[in-house]
């Protein structure tokens, strides 16, 4: 697939809420996923599939999904950019709130070799 | 300015090729650039107003522009999205090659004040 077919899918399913689908369909074995921070003692960067649905699972399972929209992508040479636009509330501690992130992606062999997200911490 | 005028801003600069004019108007004084790559030896990040001005110089001195396309913006919370997509020849070697890249920036009180670039090297 073309980054612009990737980013198309990427967005279509994530506007759907498949999260883990995306992840099974366009991500490659050696994906290495950076956040903008992290907690004391972990790491920002996560590496290869089974981390990232990893990190997925935790998420999906901690947050409830109030709204989400997906907006974009943006696509130049082997990456592509997305918004994600989320209100949630983390069930651990009941707070909700609105979450604005940009997501970078770069498409290596038709897969989603590296995704960095950027956000306010 | 919010992020999203901050953004509107750039892109109509860039698409008029006024880039010297978007670092005056819109950039923090310690504006942080970091790039996909460098040279062996030279540094990805470059600092201060000064610095990028300097590598916004030496771009223009060293690049003839055929033609050249901003998309986007992109814009979540602090932070906002671009590609470029250019038509160019270095100069110094008379090699004409196009370009696509995505930039990443961050607002903070209404200045630029983070900026990054994603393209293949």
Redesign the interface.
């Known amino acids: 697939m073309t980054t612009q077919e990737v980013a198309t899918q990427l967005v279509a399913l994530c506007s759907e809420g498949k999260f883990h689908e995306a992840i099974d369909a366009l991500y490659a074995d050696d994906i290495v996923s950076l956040e903008a921070g992290a907690p004391p003692g972990q790491s920002r960067e996560s590496k290869g599939i089974a981390a990232i649905k990893g990190k997925a699972e935790w998420w999906a399972a901690n947050h409830e999904v109030h709204s989400a929209a997906v ?2 992508p ?12 989320m209100d949630v509330t983390f069930k651990p501690t009941s707070a909700r709130f609105s979450m ?3 997501g ?1 992606y ?1 498409v290596v062999d038709g897969k989603i070799a590296y995704e960095e997200f ?3 911490m």
């Open positions: 907006e974009g943006l696509v130049a040479g082997s990456h592509f950019a997305v918004t994600f636009k604005e992130e940009i970078i770069k950027f956000y306010n």
